[in-house]
């Protein structure tokens, strides 16, 4: 059974962090999708429900459409062209991919060539790829779009009408009601099926399926700096939905339509076993039909990124999603007073949404200062939330290193606890989570909680409240006391050898150096709560604990391995006067 995703209630309720929205373009007729081809040119290609599709560069949009199929398909409610992808390394390649529906009402999923000019695309360069047939006229979904794996989705509705009479959703024969994941850029003007999709050797179900259970998903996307999978799900008459995978995901979803609606039944009694729930969900009352985004990633509203932004077609509002800590939690941002018919990304990662009514696509704007997420502050070693004076602790902040990589004492940022300036030792931006570790000062010792800001070239945080312990025991890592290197399963512990835990969160030491300061060697700074060792349940003799000589905020126990100590790996558990750490592994021969 997959497991399953809480849902959570929208919170009507203005976040921290808002947004602001600046017009980029007008003239726009019936946007559906906003696209960059990803070759450094840095246009935006806008599509529009009609067959054209335009190019802005350089603040103006191009004399000539970039692709022009009016006579193949036509506007009509949910029809029209939908959707446009560029492939990886389009540059060299020079082909794209669009989703249409033809003048029968079809699907149609085509590869086109570009000309000698590269803002004009050849029309006479269609090669169908994939034709669908649709019973109806609405729920045609549309996005197409490639992931990390370099293979093209496809966002396919149920097939339209209301309540999905065909019980499309649930049926794996069909490719409505699905997303599709196929290989097309192996072989180009072929489509090849992944040897990895979910579906590929079940009988009596179609190849090309990656996910189903989808209504109307009407735009999804991939995060650009983890691979995440976000969807957003037109519901029927009460409640529109996020849908989420994880990146290296195997796939197979069943994201519950028709059998739910959101997080609830649409059938009565419906099973929600092997369900994959929304991360999201809002009802009737504050919309009627969700428009997907994405993942801000970019470098203008540092304070923007890692959430996800979506909005609505009725009401205009944007909302953001975000993960905290096992929960997800979602935040009105703006109120656009737009008809939100879809958003867009450019290379660089901002983000942009259109007003389908007055065909305006707009750049939206957010905070420059960095954002602390909820409950970000946390113990460097456990990651349990919290501060203990003279440890290292780590805040998960976005907006404080705009590449990826590990930076030590960058300039411009620093760190306050209570208004005493914390110092700074690394600033990590890993798979686009962002996180600085500082040394907590000694000087809030003996207070119940603390009020954290970072502040990034002249702008500051919201301050995050965290609570400060006495102590708050974590283990970093396991070495030989002999000679300072690691405990790993080829070189473990031997029974009766001194060993040394590096650790955080042991309080109050003696000879306590000033913040920012190395641990002292003569005499050294020791712990002055009760430290104790246990290795496989046994009690260890502790020779020394305090802070570790020259390393600054860490903390070193030096212990015994008992005599009896079993063969293998073993729990290392750190004490501290009653409280005690989460359990290490550490090999023992």
């Not at 390649?93 to 989703?99: I, P, S």
């Not at 794996?149 to 309540?163: F, V």
């Not at 419906?270 to 969900?281: M, Q």
């Not at 391995?561 to 023992?588: C, T, W, Y």
Request: include cysteine; hydrophobic fraction near 40%; glycine fraction near 12%.
């Amino acid at each position: 059974m997959r497991p399953l995703v809480a849902a959570l209630a929208l919170a009507a309720r203005l976040a921290a962090q808002t947004i602001s929205t600046e017009p980029l373009i007008s003239g726009i007729s019936g946007p559906t999708d906003i696209e960059n081809a990803g070759d450094g040119s840095g246009r935006l290609f806008l599509v529009q429900q009609n067959g054209v599709i335009r190019i802005f560069r350089n603040g103006a949009l191009t004399p000539q459409p970039f692709l022009d199929i009016r006579a193949k398909t036509r506007v009509d409610a949910e029809r029209g062209l939908l959707g446009l992808a560029f492939p990886p390394g389009y540059a060299g390649k020079q082909r794209f991919y669009v989703d249409y529906t033809d003048v029968n009402g079809d699907t149609v999923i085509a590869q086109y060539r570009v000309t000698a000019n590269r803002d004009v695309a050849d029309a006479s360069s269609e090669i169908v790829l994939l034709h669908i047939t649709q019973p109806f006229a609405n729920h045609n979904g549309g996005q197409v779009r490639f992931g990390p794996d370099g293979y093209l989705y496809i966002a396919m509705g149920d097939g339209g009408s209301a309540g999905d009479p065909f019980n499309n959703g649930q049926r794996l024969d069909t490719l409505l009601g699905k997303l599709l994941r196929m290989d097309v850029e192996s072989e180009p003007e072929k489509v090849h099926i992944p040897p990895d999709n979910p579906f590929l050797q079940k009988p009596g179900a179609r190849p090309e399926i990656w996910a189903y259970g989808l209504r109307n998903p009407w735009r999804f996307s991939f995060d650009s700096a983890t691979g995440n999978l976000w969807i957003a799900d037109v519901g029927q008459d009460s409640y529109e939905e996020i849908d989420f995978q994880a990146a290296g995901d195997p796939g197979g979803e069943n994201y519950g339509w028709n059998l739910m609606e959101g997080a609830h039944c649409y059938r009565e009694n419906c099973p929600a076993d092997g369900l994959t729930l929304p991360v999201a969900e809002y009802t009737h009352d504050d919309g009627c039909a969700v428009i997907g985004g994405f993942v801000y990633r970019g470098r203008v509203s540092p304070g923007l990124r890692n959430l996800y932004l979506f909005g609505d077609l009725c009401s205009g509002t944007i909302w953001s999603v975000e993960h905290q800590g096992q929960q997800w939690a979602t935040h009105v941002v703006l109120a656009s007073g737009f008809s939100i018919t879809t958003f867009g990304e450019d290379e660089a990662g901002e983000i942009y949404v259109a007003n389908g009514s007055n065909g305006t696509i707009y750049h939206i704007l957010g905070s420059a200062a960095p954002r602390i997420e909820p409950d970000g502050v946390r113990n460097a070693a456990t990651l349990a939330p919290g501060l203990v004076a003279g440890s290292i602790a780590t805040a998960f902040v976005s907006g404080v290193l705009d590449d990826a990589g590990i930076v030590t004492g960058p300039a411009g940022l620093s760190v306050t606890v209570n208004g005493i300036a914390a110092p700074v030792l690394a600033v990590a931006n890993v798979h686009g989570q962002e996180q600085v570790n500082f040394l907590v000062p000694f000087e809030i010792a003996g207070t119940s909680s603390a009020t954290v800001v970072v502040t990034r070239a002249g702008r500051s945080s919201v301050p995050a409240e965290a609570q400060v312990f006495a102590v708050q025991p974590g283990i970093y890592g396991i070495a030989h006391a002999a000679d300072y290197t690691p405990v790993t399963s080829g070189r473990p512990l031997q029974r009766g050898e001194f060993g040394i835990v590096y650790a955080s969160g042991l309080g109050a030491v003696s000879n306590q150096p000033a913040t920012g300061g190395p641990g002292p060697s003569s005499p050294p700074a020791a712990t002055l709560a009760d430290v104790h060792v246990s290795l496989a349940g046994l009690p260890c003799e502790v020779t020394f604990a305090g802070l570790a000589p020259g390393m600054i905020g860490v903390y070193q126990v030096n212990f015994r391995v008992p005599a009896g100590a079993p063969s293998g790996s073993q729990s290392v558990v750190l004490g501290a006067g009653q409280s005690a750490s989460p359990a290490v592994a550490a090999s023992v021969q």
